[in-house]
């Protein structure tokens, strides 16, 4: 957005606001130089749902270690323990529909090796792995990945 005024002497000043388009692509990048940098732990802010079951995720993968939700009654915060496992993580815009048959090319197109690596997508089943896509035969909405 852009906030327009005058001062006293009569220039006008234009200041321009950066306003956060996506919570889910500031955590993952935010992630992601943290683990470049080698932190053992970084805070993330603000948080959504989307976001905690995005990191609940990467955990259950064992790519990242614990991490704490902090309630401040506004957007919230998210500690994270980083145990060095991550390469890179990021967010897939637009949310492209990916069919189950799909599911194969969208692997070997973001994904480095098929030993390692996860897509994210969110499913009517909820957020979930590729893999558990794969066995609960069901297709859905790309966020990201991590590998």
């Not at 009569?10 to 950066?18: A, G, N, Q, S, V």
């Amino acid at each position: 957005s852009c906030n327009t005024f005058s001062d006293s002497s009569h220039l006008e000043k234009t200041y321009f606001i950066m306003v956060l388009m996506s919570v889910l692509n500031n955590t993952l990048l935010t992630i992601t130089n943290a683990e470049r940098r080698g932190k053992r732990q970084v805070l993330l802010r603000p948080t959504s749902k989307v976001v905690i079951k995005f990191l609940q995720c990467m955990q259950k993968h064992e790519y990242i270690g614990e991490f704490e939700i902090i309630d401040d009654h506004r957007n919230g915060k998210v500690v994270v323990n980083l145990v060095g496992r991550i390469n890179k993580c990021g967010v897939i815009s637009p949310r492209f529909d990916v069919t189950l048959k799909e599911l194969e090319t969208w692997t070997t197109r973001l994904l480095p090796s098929r030993q390692f690596g996860k897509l994210v997508l969110t499913t009517s089943y909820g957020i979930m792995d590729h893999e558990e896509c794969r066995r609960k035969h069901t297709g859905g909405k790309i966020l990201g990945y991590f590998y």
